[in-house]
Each structure stands twice: as C-alpha cells, then as structure tokens.
C-alpha cells in the first residue's frame, strides 16, 4: 500500500502537464502512485499521460469518455486509490523538491492525523513567486495536532482542495465527495475541516500553484460563477445535518458574503448583464441562512439593500479612491515645489559638527561596519550624537535600548539629514538626500568584493536587471571616504565606483569582533570545537540559544543569491541530507543571502527542517557576527561572507558546483577555485567527502586559509572601527596604526589627509 496516492485530473493542460508530472515522479520520496484522470481533454495530454504510464509503474491513467469536470474527474480518480493518502494536484501546479517527503515525515510525527495542511507559493506567468501572505497560521501550528475549533484562524486560508492531504478512511468513513460545477473545492473543504478530528501544520511551501496569464477557469466570465450560490448551500446542508457544527453557522454565513461579494467584486467574472441578478441571489442566500440573533459585519450590511444601493457605493469607492491617488500626486507636486525651498532654508543653518547619522542594509538597523562604529563612537567620543535611520518602527524596535532614531522620510529624518556633519552607511543613500559642503561621507560597503559590483555590472545585464547603475554612481559621487579591509577591495572600489571618493585603508569595522576572538585563543583546531575563548560571548549565546552542545562541530552553510534565477534562491542540494551525512556530534546552521530572509526561499524547507532539530536556521538572525562566531566551519559558494570568516582563521570550504554559469550571469573579479580559502568541491559528492573524510582541516586546507587571509585580511588588525572614529570623525591621529608596506599614496577628501592612515 502506498503512502500517498496523487489524484491529477486533466483537461487542457498540455503545456504545464509535463513538469507537473515530472514534480511529482522526480520526487526522491517513491512510496506513491500516481492516478492520472484524461477528463476527455481534447488536446494532448491523454498522449502525454499514457506516455509517462508506460515508464512508470507508479502511474495509471484513467480516459473518461465525456467531460465532466474537475469535482467529478476527482471522484473518478478516487475508488482506484489506494494509498493512506490522498493528494489532489491540479495539472497546472508543480510540487516543489522534497515535498513529498517533507510531507510523510510529518505525517509520521503527527502519527497519521486525518488532515495535514502545508503551505504554497503562487508562481506569477511572469517569472515571480509570492508565498501565502498567511504563512504565519501554519508557523504557529507546526506541532502537534489540533482541531478547527481549536485553531479557527484555519479557516482563513485559502479553501482549496490541493493544499492539503487527506487520510484516505477518513474520507471513505465520512463519505466526502466532490460536487459539480464551480467552486468545487468549497464543499468539500469546509465540511471535511470541520469534521477532522486530528488536524496536523507543515510550515514549508510544498506547491506552486500556478498563476496563468490566461486560461484559469474562475477567471473566466461566465455564468457560471452563480455555480457558488448552490455549492455554499450544501456546505450549510452539511452542517444542518450535524447538530454538533452548529456553532459554525456564523462564521460560515459570513464567509458565503464575503466570498460572493468578492466575486462581484472581479470585473472579469460575471457578464455584465448578469451582475444584478448574481446580487440579488447572493442576497437572498444570506437572508436565507442568516443565524437567529447573529451580527452582521458591517461590510456585509450592503446585503441588506439593494443592487442599485450597492452599485452607487462601489461607484463611490472608485471615486473616493481616484480622489486620494490625485491628492498624492498633487501633494508630491508640492512637496517637490517646496522641497528645494525648505532645504534652501534648512542650509542656512549651520551644520551640526557633533551629529553623525547612521543607517545599515537599507535602513534595517545598527548593523555591520555602521553599527561598529556607532559603538566605538559612543565610546571614545560620547559629545558625538548618533542618530540611526530606519525605515519603520519593526525595525527601530530592534535598536538597542536608548537609542536615537528616525523614520527613513519623515520630517524628523530630513530635519535630521539637514544639519548633520557625519553620513555613515553600507549601501547608497536616497536620491533625495542633498550633500551639502562640510559634510563628510563614509561608505563601508558590506564586504569584500567576489561578484561584479557597480559600474562593472553594465556588462552584465541579468545580474543589473531593476538596477539603474548610471543613478548608483550619481549616488556615489557623494561619497568621500570607502573604507577597504585589503588592497584588492580598494582596486575593485576605485574601478567599480569611478566617484571621487578616497580609500580609507581602515579595516572592516564589523570584524574588529572577529580578530579579537581570533586572539583570544587557538582558532580552528582540529577535531574538536571551537575555544571558548574564541568563540566570543556571542557565538556562545549563539549555541545555547540554539542548543547546540558545546561538544558539537557546527558546519555553516552560507550559499549567496544567483542572478541567473528570478528571486535569486537555488537549492544546490538537500541541507537535510547533508546534515543527515555529518552525522552524531555535527550540527548544521543556514544562512540564507539576506535578501531571501524575507521571500518564499525559506518557506521551501528550510523552516521546517529547524522546527524539527534537522539543522539550525540563521537566516533571521540579524548580526551574521554572532553565528560566524559560533561556526567550526563555513561551507559557502561565492558569498562575501568568507573573506570576512577569514579572519577567525578557521577552515572553509568552497562549493562551486556551478561556478562557470555563476560567473558568466554575475561576473568574478577572480577565479575563487583557482585562489580559495580552503578545500574546494565541484559537485555534493565531493563536498560531503570533504567534510566526513576531514580534508576540510587538513594541511593543505591550512596552507590556502593561510595565504588567502593574508591577502584579504590585510587592513584587519581588531582596531578598525576606532580608526573611523578618531580619523574621520574626530580629525585624529590613530595611534598604533596598521603598517602597510607599499601602500599607495592616498588621496585627499573632505579636509581629511588619509595618508595618516597608512
């Protein structure tokens, strides 16, 4: 018997139905069978689904010989089912890699729950994806089971069949089957979530449910969609004949409404000639079923009138809203009209020479090179006043106590950016942000640079794609210090960026915590874990937090984004056969690319492997420092983040699987395999080898992390942050300064002399 039966019925489908099947039977979890459903398409597909029947036992197919739609071609798939599952796919959709087994092993955790509902993704015609702006419900479910009374919030997903699996004698006990007509996944979703009585979360993205430019049949203008009115009056049957769901009568009563009114709403639904009539319907339902004594929402009282009433509201509505947008647009017009007036007000006002203004990652907090020496600023020269730009009060939230702060475009922020002497940031400022004489600029970058940057990137149209570069370098022209941890950075600078700034050969700030945790004991050594002494509080507080025990290597992976694919996340294996393959003793920490924190790129496993101990998922950790800290090792691809790891002077480990496509879309300024840090693997094989066998520590590793952080690490010395400060925020010499044989001749930048530096 297998564990899971996959029930695709198809119709119309013969440009998707290909990598729909191959989602499916490529899944490396096999324990299934596939009932495919021809619903008498008159395309391709029965070729293309007896086709992959004759090369795969798993899949049967089954040619209806009439059409009879997608709640029937379902029923028909069902009584050949045999599995403890059933999974109905539409044959549009894709199944992500990995989900079939993301799915058994928390069914098995659950012990066999009669539902399990997991997460999706919408996969846009165009090339984009969203995950479900209502992920969280799952993320607060993902343990245990539960039922819909226990966790209402439930019902607020998306009804639709194909997010779920469904115990197979649950379903045969209770008789669920699927109606005719549209909006079919209705009365079988409510009824079959009410009547569940162990309900089990997946918190991972396990589908991509297609979203077509054309051909999806609910946004198809028919009459049709009145197909809603009958389907909802047999969820309210279902419920009529169990006394003990009567509880739900309002909540269902008011889901009808908002649904049907949602419909109305779409101008691509109903004939325009048909609209009234689909009011009236509508209306007369939710007189009909209305619970005794029951409130109505107040977006539902339109109900209550007339279709004409609700036409002149929606017509206001419309009103209403063209009325804001012109108000925009014209409080923009004047805003851009008095904007050079106040700022021409604002700059005759002295600047401020005690106030510096900080931001970080496109003003996500004190964080990186900023954040490093805003601390050191408040130590050595507490008159300085730090105020931190944040983009809104999520973020500011995250600031250390007592810490000053503005909203990225409020009146405070431009009062703020006005009369401040001090810039200091990681990435460019608005375009809005004037630079007045006086004023000094520091640029800290986020890194050494591997991949093309800046004015580099005109060659390389996919990885500027929505990057205006021209608008990048205007930006830049107002940059008077780059702060470089290396010679290279400041060839890479000066070429990338052609602005007349000058290369503080400072140091990286954000790693001055590296070195001293370097120094403060014997980093790297082999076969045990990291010193506590080098390890740093946080990288400790990092592992306890986490609970890793203080015995375990912890392996970090930290793989960067691709341009070649939209949205930038590539799986280039499976984390949990890799974490699988350290075995005892090992624990796996990722980190993501900050840029995917936020996106679907999590929701594909990787949340639901750290709920279950599988690995430790960094990602939102917000400073990389700590988890760098608490690393043995740092697997890593092309990220800059091994530069910066370096300086631990513990092994890494270079995977570049797919360094020739990665350099062709982005660019590299050099051959990483040819001058790694450490050992390098060109396929998952080798990499796993590298890490069991335990060459990833070996002499040869050592020689190359050698060379390499003496390359890269150059400037680093644990004071870099100090030397902002007292160089280019105080005017001050820097006592004890980093030698630097050979160093070019600086230049000089807004009254500073940088030769001091050197």
Same mark, same amino acid.
């Given at each position: 018997?297998?564990?899971?039966?996959?029930?695709?019925?198809?119709?119309?489908?013969?440009?998707?139905?290909?990598?729909?099947?191959?989602?499916?039977?490529?899944?490396?979890?096999?324990?299934?069978?596939?009932?495919?459903?021809?619903?008498?398409?008159?395309?391709?597909?029965?070729?293309?689904?007896?086709?992959?029947?004759?090369?795969?036992?798993?899949?049967?197919?089954? &040619?209806?010989?009439?059409?009879?739609?997608?709640?029937?071609?379902?029923?028909?798939?069902?009584?050949?089912?045999?599995?403890?599952?059933?999974?109905?796919?539409?044959?549009?959709?894709?199944?992500?890699?990995?989900?079939?087994?993301?799915?058994?092993?928390?069914?098995?955790?659950?012990?066999?729950?009669?539902?399990?509902?997991?997460?999706?993704?919408?996969?846009?015609?165009?090339?984009?994806?969203?995950?479900?702006?209502? #992920?969280?419900?799952?993320?607060?479910?993902?343990?245990?089971?539960?039922?819909?009374?226990?966790?209402?919030?439930?019902?607020?997903?998306?009804?639709?069949?194909?997010?779920?699996?469904?115990?197979?004698?649950?379903?045969?006990?209770?008789?669920?089957?699927?109606?005719?007509?549209?909006?079919?996944?209705?009365?079988?979703?409510?009824?079959?979530?009410?009547?569940?009585?162990?309900?089990?979360?997946?918190?991972?993205?396990?589908?991509?449910?297609?979203?077509?430019?054309?051909?999806?049949?609910?946004?198809?203008?028919?009459?049709?969609?009145?197909?809603? &009115?009958?389907?909802?009056?047999?969820?309210?049957?279902?419920?009529?004949?169990?006394?003990?769901?009567?509880?739900?009568?309002?909540?269902?009563?008011?889901?009808?409404?908002? !649904?049907?009114?949602?419909?109305?709403?779409?101008?691509?639904?109903?004939?325009?000639?048909?609209?009234?009539?689909?009011?009236?319907?509508?209306?007369?339902?939710?007189?009909?079923?209305?619970?005794?004594?029951? #409130?109505?929402?107040?977006?539902?009282?339109?109900?209550?009138?007339?279709?004409?009433?609700?036409?002149?509201?929606?017509?206001?509505?419309?009103?209403?809203?063209?009325?804001?947008?012109?108000?925009?647009?014209?409080?923009?017009?004047?805003?851009?009209?008095?904007?050079?007036?106040?700022?021409?007000?604002?700059?005759?006002?002295?600047?401020?020479?005690?106030?510096?203004?900080?931001? #970080?990652?496109?003003?996500?907090?004190?964080?990186?090179?900023?954040?490093?020496?805003?601390?050191?600023?408040?130590?050595?020269?507490?008159?300085?006043?730090?105020?931190?730009?944040?983009?809104?009060?999520?973020?500011?939230?995250?600031?250390?106590?007592? %810490?000053?702060?503005?909203?990225?475009?409020?009146?405070?922020?431009?009062?703020?950016?006005?009369?401040?002497?001090?810039?200091?940031?990681?990435?460019?400022?608005? /375009?809005?942000?004037?630079?007045?004489?006086?004023?000094? !600029?520091?640029?800290?970058?986020?890194?050494?640079?591997?991949?093309?940057?800046?004015?580099?990137?005109?060659?390389?149209?996919?990885?500027?794609?929505?990057?205006?570069?021209?608008?990048?370098?205007?930006?830049?022209?107002?940059?008077?210090?780059?702060?470089?941890?290396?010679?290279?950075?400041?060839?890479?600078?000066?070429?990338?960026?052609?602005?007349?700034?000058?290369?503080?050969?400072?140091?990286?700030?954000?790693?001055?915590?590296?070195?001293?945790?370097?120094?403060?004991?014997?980093?790297?050594?082999?076969?045990?874990?990291?010193?506590?002494?080098?390890?740093?509080?946080?990288?400790?507080?990092?592992?306890?937090?986490?609970?890793?025990?203080?015995?375990?290597?912890?392996?970090?992976?930290?793989?960067?984004?691709?341009?070649?694919?939209? /949205?930038?996340?590539?799986?280039?294996?499976?984390?949990?056969?890799? #974490?699988?393959?350290?075995?005892? /003793?090992?624990?796996?920490?990722?980190?993501?690319?900050?840029?995917?924190?936020?996106?679907?790129?999590?929701? +594909?496993?990787?949340?639901?492997?750290?709920?279950?101990?599988?690995?430790?998922?960094?990602?939102?950790?917000?400073?990389?420092?700590?988890?760098?800290?608490?690393?043995?090792?740092?697997?890593?691809?092309?990220?800059?983040?091994?530069?910066?790891?370096?300086?631990?002077?513990?092994?890494?480990?270079?995977?570049?699987?797919?360094?020739?496509?990665?350099?062709?879309?982005?660019?590299?300024?050099?051959?990483?395999?040819?001058?790694?840090? /450490?050992?390098?693997?060109?396929?998952?094989?080798?990499?796993?080898?590298?890490? %069991?066998?335990?060459?990833?520590?070996?002499?040869?590793?050592?020689?190359?992390?050698?060379?390499?952080?003496?390359?890269?690490?150059?400037?680093?010395?644990?004071?870099?942050?100090?030397?902002?400060?007292?160089?280019?925020?105080?005017?001050?010499?820097?006592?004890?300064?980093?030698?630097?044989?050979?160093?070019?001749?600086?230049? %000089?930048?807004?009254?500073?002399?940088?030769?001091? +530096?050197?």
């Amino acid at each position: 018997m297998p564990r899971f039966s996959v029930i695709i019925p198809c119709f119309k489908v013969q440009g998707y139905l290909r990598e729909c099947l191959d989602s499916v039977l490529d899944q490396s979890y096999r324990d299934i069978e596939v009932i495919a459903v021809d619903d008498c398409s008159p395309d391709g597909c029965g070729a293309i689904l007896d086709e992959y029947a004759a090369r795969d036992e798993r899949m049967r197919v089954l &040619h209806l010989p009439e059409n009879v739609g997608l709640g029937r071609a379902r029923n028909a798939g069902m009584p050949h089912a045999a599995g403890d599952y059933l999974f109905f796919l539409d044959s549009d959709d894709t199944l992500t890699p990995g989900a079939l087994r993301a799915m058994a092993d928390r069914l098995a955790e659950a012990a066999d729950p009669d539902v399990l509902v997991f997460d999706y993704a919408r996969a846009y015609w165009w090339g984009g994806t969203r995950r479900n702006v209502l #992920a969280r419900i799952l993320a607060d479910a993902a343990s245990g089971t539960f039922t819909a009374v226990e966790r209402p919030e439930l019902l607020d997903l998306l009804m639709v069949v194909w997010n779920k699996v469904y115990r197979r004698d649950f379903v045969e006990r209770e008789g669920f089957a699927f109606p005719p007509g549209y909006y079919e996944d209705t009365p079988w979703t409510f009824p079959v979530l009410l009547s569940a009585g162990r309900i089990a979360a997946l918190d991972r993205i396990c589908l991509e449910y297609r979203q077509r430019r054309q051909g999806n049949i609910l946004s198809t203008t028919s009459r049709k969609h009145f197909d809603v &009115h009958g389907q909802y009056e047999r969820v309210f049957a279902f419920v009529d004949a169990r006394p003990e769901l009567a509880r739900w009568r309002p909540f269902l009563h008011a889901k009808m409404g908002e !649904h049907c009114l949602d419909i109305l709403s779409k101008p691509d639904r109903l004939p325009p000639g048909d609209r009234a009539e689909f009011f009236r319907r509508t209306a007369e339902l939710f007189r009909a079923h209305r619970p005794e004594g029951a #409130a109505v929402p107040g977006e539902l009282r339109v109900l209550d009138g007339s279709y004409a009433a609700y036409a002149a509201r929606c017509r206001a509505e419309r009103v209403g809203r063209a009325l804001a947008r012109r108000a925009v647009r014209a409080g923009a017009v004047a805003a851009g009209r008095l904007g050079p007036v106040r700022s021409a007000v604002r700059a005759r006002l002295p600047l401020d020479p005690d106030l510096a203004v900080y931001s #970080a990652f496109s003003h996500r907090g004190a964080l990186g090179d900023p954040g490093a020496v805003y601390l050191e600023a408040r130590r050595i020269a507490p008159h300085l006043r730090g105020v931190w730009v944040v983009k809104d009060e999520e973020a500011a939230a995250e600031l250390p106590p007592g %810490t000053e702060y503005v909203l990225l475009g409020s009146a405070a922020y431009r009062r703020t950016t006005e009369r401040a002497t001090y810039f200091v940031n990681n990435v460019n400022w608005p /375009g809005a942000l004037r630079k007045r004489p006086g004023t000094v !600029h520091i640029h800290t970058h986020q890194g050494t640079p591997l991949k093309y940057m800046g004015a580099d990137l005109l060659d390389k149209p996919g990885a500027r794609f929505g990057v205006d570069v021209p608008q990048m370098l205007r930006r830049a022209d107002r940059w008077d210090h780059s702060l470089v941890a290396n010679r290279h950075s400041e060839l890479v600078w000066e070429r990338a960026y052609p602005c007349h700034f000058a290369s503080a050969r400072t140091g990286s700030p954000r790693n001055d915590v590296l070195v001293r945790a370097r120094e403060a004991g014997t980093a790297g050594t082999a076969g045990t874990s990291v010193p506590a002494g080098a390890m740093g509080t946080a990288g400790a507080e990092f592992r306890s937090r986490h609970g890793i025990p203080a015995e375990n290597t912890v392996v970090l992976y930290a793989p960067t984004r691709r341009d070649y694919r939209r /949205g930038g996340h590539v799986d280039r294996f499976d984390p949990a056969r890799l #974490a699988a393959d350290l075995g005892a /003793g090992h624990t796996l920490v990722v980190r993501l690319h900050p840029s995917l924190a936020t996106g679907p790129a999590r929701g +594909l496993g990787l949340a639901e492997l750290h709920r279950r101990g599988v690995l430790v998922d960094a990602t939102g950790t917000p400073r990389v420092e700590e988890v760098m800290l608490a690393a043995d090792v740092l697997v890593t691809d092309y990220s800059a983040l091994m530069f910066d790891y370096a300086n631990l002077d513990r092994p890494i480990v270079v995977h570049a699987d797919d360094r020739d496509a990665y350099a062709a879309s982005r660019g590299l300024y050099f051959d990483i395999t040819a001058e790694p840090p /450490g050992q390098v693997a060109h396929s998952y094989r080798e990499l796993a080898w590298l890490l %069991t066998s335990g060459a990833w520590r070996d002499e040869e590793a050592a020689r190359l992390r050698t060379a390499f952080r003496a390359r890269f690490c150059e400037f680093d010395d644990g004071r870099a942050a100090e030397r902002v400060v007292r160089t280019l925020l105080l005017g001050e010499e820097m006592p004890g300064a980093v030698a630097l044989p050979d160093a070019r001749s600086a230049r %000089t930048a807004a009254g500073h002399d940088l030769s001091a +530096l050197s």
